[in-house]
Protein backbone atom coordinates (compact mmCIF):
# COMPACT_ATOMS: atom_id res chain seq x y z
CA UNK A 1 0.00 0.00 0.00
CA UNK A 2 1.07 3.58 -0.68
CA UNK A 3 2.00 5.52 2.40
CA UNK A 4 4.22 8.42 2.84
CA UNK A 5 5.41 9.81 6.53
CA UNK A 6 6.27 13.35 7.36
CA UNK A 7 8.02 12.61 10.78
CA UNK A 8 8.32 16.22 12.14
CA UNK A 9 4.08 17.94 12.83
CA UNK A 10 6.20 20.93 13.46
CA UNK A 11 9.73 22.71 13.13
CA UNK A 12 10.66 25.97 13.57
CA UNK A 13 13.35 27.71 12.14
CA UNK A 14 14.69 31.33 12.00
CA UNK A 15 14.31 33.67 8.93
CA UNK A 16 17.11 33.97 6.80
CA UNK A 17 18.10 29.86 8.21
CA UNK A 18 18.00 27.10 5.93
CA UNK A 19 15.09 24.57 6.10
CA UNK A 20 14.85 20.94 5.30
CA UNK A 21 11.24 19.13 5.78
CA UNK A 22 11.64 15.21 5.52
CA UNK A 23 8.98 13.27 3.54
CA UNK A 24 9.34 9.23 3.26
CA UNK A 25 7.36 7.27 1.51
CA UNK A 26 6.12 3.94 0.75
CA UNK A 27 5.20 2.43 -2.87
CA UNK A 28 5.06 -0.50 -5.00
CA UNK A 29 6.52 1.21 -8.31
CA UNK A 30 8.25 4.23 -9.75
CA UNK A 31 7.14 7.21 -7.09
CA UNK A 32 5.40 10.32 -8.71
CA UNK A 33 6.28 12.86 -5.80
CA UNK A 34 5.29 15.87 -4.99
CA UNK A 35 5.63 18.69 -2.18
CA UNK A 36 2.33 21.09 -1.87
CA UNK A 37 2.43 24.47 0.61
CA UNK A 38 -0.83 25.06 2.35
CA UNK A 39 -1.47 28.76 3.88
CA UNK A 40 -4.31 28.99 6.41
CA UNK A 41 -7.81 29.08 4.92
CA UNK A 42 -6.20 28.34 1.39
CA UNK A 43 -6.02 25.81 -0.68
CA UNK A 44 -2.79 23.76 -1.53
CA UNK A 45 -0.67 25.04 -4.06
CA UNK A 46 1.69 22.92 -5.56
CA UNK A 47 5.65 23.69 -4.99
CA UNK A 48 7.69 21.40 -7.05
CA UNK A 49 7.24 17.43 -8.59
CA UNK A 50 9.47 14.67 -9.19
CA UNK A 51 7.93 12.14 -12.34
CA UNK A 52 11.49 10.78 -13.57
CA UNK A 53 15.23 11.98 -13.99
CA UNK A 54 17.39 14.19 -12.29
CA UNK A 55 16.44 13.78 -9.14
CA UNK A 56 16.97 17.03 -7.87
CA UNK A 57 14.34 19.09 -8.72
CA UNK A 58 13.50 22.57 -8.47
CA UNK A 59 9.87 24.32 -7.77
CA UNK A 60 8.94 27.83 -6.92
CA UNK A 61 9.87 30.02 -4.25
CA UNK A 62 13.15 28.65 -4.33
CA UNK A 63 12.40 25.43 -2.81
CA UNK A 64 13.67 22.19 -4.10
CA UNK A 65 13.43 18.85 -3.43
CA UNK A 66 15.81 15.49 -3.74
CA UNK A 67 15.05 12.31 -4.22
CA UNK A 68 16.82 8.89 -3.13
CA UNK A 69 15.50 5.81 -4.04
CA UNK A 70 17.91 4.17 -1.80
CA UNK A 71 16.14 6.11 1.49
CA UNK A 72 13.15 6.22 0.01
CA UNK A 73 12.69 9.95 0.86
CA UNK A 74 12.21 13.13 -0.84
CA UNK A 75 13.47 15.85 1.52
CA UNK A 76 12.16 19.22 0.29
CA UNK A 77 14.72 22.00 1.37
CA UNK A 78 15.45 26.05 1.05
CA UNK A 79 18.45 27.92 1.59
CA UNK A 80 17.17 31.29 3.10
CA UNK A 81 13.50 30.85 4.91
CA UNK A 82 11.34 33.78 4.61
CA UNK A 83 8.74 35.15 6.89
CA UNK A 84 6.16 34.51 4.39
CA UNK A 85 6.94 30.52 4.25
CA UNK A 86 5.30 29.98 7.41
CA UNK A 87 2.56 27.44 6.18
CA UNK A 88 1.92 23.47 6.02
CA UNK A 89 3.81 21.38 4.09
CA UNK A 90 2.75 18.15 2.84
CA UNK A 91 4.24 15.54 0.62
CA UNK A 92 2.31 13.58 -1.38
CA UNK A 93 3.16 10.47 -3.35
CA UNK A 94 0.70 8.19 -5.93
CA UNK A 95 -0.33 8.32 -9.81
CA UNK A 96 -1.61 10.30 -11.62
CA UNK A 97 -5.33 9.99 -10.32
CA UNK A 98 -4.69 9.40 -6.98
CA UNK A 99 -2.96 11.47 -4.26
CA UNK A 100 -1.56 10.23 -1.21
CA UNK A 101 -0.91 12.63 1.55
CA UNK A 102 1.53 12.83 4.59
CA UNK A 103 0.42 14.31 7.93
CA UNK A 104 1.70 17.60 7.12
CA UNK A 105 4.23 19.85 8.59
CA UNK A 106 3.86 22.91 10.32
CA UNK A 107 6.54 25.36 9.94
CA UNK A 108 6.73 28.39 12.11
CA UNK A 109 9.76 31.04 11.12
CA UNK A 110 10.96 33.16 14.13
CA UNK A 111 12.31 36.73 13.68
CA UNK B 1 -6.96 32.34 -16.03
CA UNK B 2 -9.50 31.87 -13.21
CA UNK B 3 -8.67 29.20 -10.35
CA UNK B 4 -10.75 26.72 -9.04
CA UNK B 5 -13.72 27.54 -7.66
CA UNK B 6 -15.78 26.00 -5.08
CA UNK B 7 -19.25 26.60 -3.31
CA UNK B 8 -19.71 27.05 -0.34
CA UNK B 9 -17.19 28.02 1.01
CA UNK B 10 -18.66 27.45 4.49
CA UNK B 11 -21.31 25.85 5.63
CA UNK B 12 -23.50 24.13 9.04
CA UNK B 13 -25.39 21.79 8.67
CA UNK B 14 -26.65 19.33 11.41
CA UNK B 15 -26.78 15.57 11.89
CA UNK B 16 -28.77 13.50 9.40
CA UNK B 17 -28.94 16.02 6.83
CA UNK B 18 -27.38 15.94 3.37
CA UNK B 19 -25.30 18.81 1.78
CA UNK B 20 -23.56 19.64 -1.43
CA UNK B 21 -20.82 20.69 -2.69
CA UNK B 22 -19.66 22.25 -6.06
CA UNK B 23 -16.52 22.62 -7.77
CA UNK B 24 -15.16 24.20 -11.02
CA UNK B 25 -12.09 23.37 -12.36
CA UNK B 26 -10.09 25.68 -14.54
CA UNK B 27 -11.31 26.14 -18.25
CA UNK B 28 -9.82 23.12 -20.20
CA UNK B 29 -9.25 20.39 -17.17
CA UNK B 30 -11.53 17.96 -17.38
CA UNK B 31 -10.33 15.71 -14.27
CA UNK B 32 -11.70 16.61 -11.12
CA UNK B 33 -10.98 14.84 -7.42
CA UNK B 34 -12.26 15.59 -4.14
CA UNK B 35 -10.22 15.05 -1.07
CA UNK B 36 -11.33 15.38 2.37
CA UNK B 37 -8.96 17.24 4.79
CA UNK B 38 -9.34 16.91 9.01
CA UNK B 39 -7.37 17.46 11.68
CA UNK B 40 -7.39 13.78 12.79
CA UNK B 41 -7.39 11.97 9.72
CA UNK B 42 -5.37 14.54 7.46
CA UNK B 43 -5.77 15.02 3.38
CA UNK B 44 -7.53 11.61 1.92
CA UNK B 45 -8.68 11.20 -1.23
CA UNK B 46 -12.49 10.42 -2.07
CA UNK B 47 -12.76 10.26 -5.62
CA UNK B 48 -11.83 11.39 -9.03
CA UNK B 49 -13.58 11.96 -12.30
CA UNK B 50 -12.62 12.28 -15.85
CA UNK B 51 -15.23 12.94 -18.63
CA UNK B 52 -18.30 12.85 -16.57
CA UNK B 53 -16.72 8.94 -15.15
CA UNK B 54 -15.53 8.14 -11.96
CA UNK B 55 -12.06 6.52 -12.47
CA UNK B 56 -11.05 6.01 -9.01
CA UNK B 57 -12.92 6.13 -5.05
CA UNK B 58 -11.26 6.20 -1.96
CA UNK B 59 -12.30 4.25 1.42
CA UNK B 60 -15.20 6.35 2.06
CA UNK B 61 -18.58 4.71 3.09
CA UNK B 62 -21.38 4.86 0.02
CA UNK B 63 -22.82 8.34 1.76
CA UNK B 64 -20.34 10.26 0.07
CA UNK B 65 -21.11 10.75 -3.93
CA UNK B 66 -20.05 12.73 -6.38
CA UNK B 67 -20.96 13.61 -10.13
CA UNK B 68 -19.45 15.37 -12.94
CA UNK B 69 -21.61 17.02 -16.07
CA UNK B 70 -20.45 17.69 -19.59
CA UNK B 71 -18.59 20.61 -18.90
CA UNK B 72 -16.47 19.35 -16.49
CA UNK B 73 -17.90 20.83 -13.39
CA UNK B 74 -18.62 18.66 -10.06
CA UNK B 75 -20.65 17.90 -7.48
CA UNK B 76 -19.96 15.67 -4.29
CA UNK B 77 -22.77 15.26 -2.06
CA UNK B 78 -22.92 13.72 1.13
CA UNK B 79 -26.08 12.17 2.78
CA UNK B 80 -27.36 11.68 6.19
CA UNK B 81 -24.53 13.98 7.88
CA UNK B 82 -22.49 12.57 10.85
CA UNK B 83 -20.45 14.66 13.57
CA UNK B 84 -17.36 13.11 11.84
CA UNK B 85 -18.00 14.52 8.21
CA UNK B 86 -17.16 18.13 9.67
CA UNK B 87 -13.83 18.88 7.65
CA UNK B 88 -12.39 21.06 4.15
CA UNK B 89 -13.46 19.36 1.10
CA UNK B 90 -11.07 20.52 -1.47
CA UNK B 91 -11.52 20.08 -4.93
CA UNK B 92 -8.38 19.65 -7.55
CA UNK B 93 -8.85 19.99 -11.20
CA UNK B 94 -6.20 18.84 -13.53
CA UNK B 95 -5.57 18.73 -17.48
CA UNK B 96 -5.69 15.34 -19.02
CA UNK B 97 -4.64 14.96 -22.28
CA UNK B 98 -7.53 14.21 -24.81
CA UNK B 99 -5.49 10.99 -26.55
CA UNK B 100 -4.94 8.85 -23.10
CA UNK B 101 -6.74 10.52 -20.36
CA UNK B 102 -3.66 10.43 -18.52
CA UNK B 103 -3.37 13.77 -16.12
CA UNK B 104 -0.01 15.47 -16.39
CA UNK B 105 0.39 14.93 -12.88
CA UNK B 106 -0.25 18.41 -11.32
CA UNK B 107 -3.44 19.11 -9.05
CA UNK B 108 -4.53 22.65 -8.79
CA UNK B 109 -6.63 22.95 -5.30
CA UNK B 110 -9.51 25.27 -4.84
CA UNK B 111 -10.10 26.95 -1.73
CA UNK B 112 -12.08 24.85 -0.03
CA UNK B 113 -15.26 24.27 1.55
CA UNK B 114 -15.77 24.02 5.21
CA UNK B 115 -18.50 21.81 6.81
CA UNK B 116 -19.43 21.90 10.15
CA UNK B 117 -21.87 19.09 11.33
CA UNK B 118 -23.50 20.02 14.46
Known amino acids: AQSVTQPDIHITVSEGASLELRCNYS??????LFWYVQSPGQGLQLLLKYFSGDTLVQGIKGFEAEFKRSQSSFNLRKPSVHWSDAAEYFCAVGDFQKLVFGTGTRLLVSP | KAGVTQTPRYLIKTRGQQVTLSCSPISGHRSVSWYQQTPGQGLQFLFEYFSETQRNKGNFPGRFSGRQFSNSRSEMNVSTLELGDSALYLC?????????????????FGEGSRLTVL
Open chain 1, 27 to 32: YGATPY
Open chain 2, 92 to 108: ASSFSPRTSGRNTGELF
